[in-house]
């Protein structure tokens, strides 16, 4: 594995607007630095740091785990780089060749253990992870089947310690029981929500990191917002017309209340579902800016921004 740095950066940045994408083209992570936006719309010019991963399809930064600062990544199966990496060398803790089929999405939940939405075969995997802290490497590999139809996002959320997890027609809410290696996901029914008519189809579940009272989802053009207190879904909110674009794949924002937006929003030759652009929804104290950057070199399919913490 190769890890590629260009300037120096303070993994956690928390004051400026890291982004870190999956880029297929290449099969690298790229973290992005949009402060550079000042002088350039060129992602090539903003890039900071590489990973040599992979094709991705879901990549998250997680600070504080039992693995340390790591980072956990799906993607195509025979590449077999679906798993848990460290942030520091780029090299893997744990990876599966059994992510389940298509799978979109992963996260780790405070045990260690490691939670795949896999779309095509309908399934959120649980694998017994924490294991590798204690046992074999055979035993991590275990694992524990749950349905959910067309899974396409996983988060755990520190604030209500229920995992969340993102279908086509409803976003549900998992509970924990037991510790460790004999952990289970039970559903928190009374937190299902389901999709209305005309915005099915949930594809990314992210956090609002400037209010643990929210989540954010996209469906289709779409991002909607959710409210985890009323359990309630919101279609149009303030500034909810300018969060949009073709067929959304990744959708974030960072503590400074910036949002980061991929779509099929210039699809590349290389794959219909990715695009060489980013957009960059930047708060300017009256409203949003949307902002394109651009570069000819990359397909892009998630990007999301660079924060450590879960919420």
């Given amino acids: 594995v190769t890890v590629t740095t260009v300037d120096k950066i303070n993994p956690d940045a928390a004051n400026g607007n890291l982004v870190m994408a999956g880029e297929q083209l290449s099969g690298r992570i790229v973290i992005y630095d949009f402060n550079k936006y000042t002088t350039t719309k060129s992602l090539d010019k903003m890039e900071v740091k590489s990973f040599n991963l992979g094709h991705t399809s879901d990549v998250k930064y997680r600070t504080g785990t039992i693995f340390g600062d790591i980072l956990i990544i799906t993607g195509n199966v ?9 942030y ?11 992510p389940g089929k298509n799978p979109h999405s992963i996260e780790i939940l405070p045990s260690g253990n490691v939670v795949i939405a896999s779309s095509t075969d309908n399934k959120l995997r649980l694998f017994k992870t924490s294991a590798l802290k204690s046992s074999s490497t055979s035993a991590a590999n ?23 997890a993102l279908g086509r027609y409803e976003l549900r809410a998992y509970y924990i029981a037991g510790n460790g290696t004999s952990e289970k996901l039970v559903e928190a029914t009374e937190m299902r929500i389901t999709l209305p008519e005309g915005h099915r189809g949930g594809h990314d579940l992210s956090p609002d990191y400037t209010n643990t009272r929210y989540l954010y989802i996209t469906v289709g053009e779409f ?3 959710i409210d985890k207190q009323e359990h309630k879904l919101m279609v149009n909110y303030e500034y909810s017309n300018i969060f949009s674009a073709r067929n959304i794949k990744g959708f974030s924002n960072n503590p400074l209340g910036n949002f980061f937006i991929t779509g099929e929003i210039e699809t590349t030759s290389f794959a219909t579902w990715c695009t060489n652009s980013i957009y960059y929804c930047r708060y300017n104290g009256t409203t949003y800016e949307k902002i394109k950057l651009t570069s000819s070199k990359v397909a892009i399919y998630k990007a999301r921004s660079f924060c450590g913490t879960y919420q």
Avoid: F, R
């Fill in 78 to 86: 025979a590449e077999a780089n679906t798993g848990i990496y460290s």
């Fill in 88 to 98: 520091s060398t780029g090299k893997a803790i744990w990876k599966t060749s059994n």
């Fill in 142 to 164: 275990s694992y524990i089947d749950y349905e959910l139809e067309d899974a396409h996002g996983v988060l755990w959320d520190p604030t209500y310690k229920v995992l969340w």
């Fill in 223 to 225: 991002a909607l917002k």
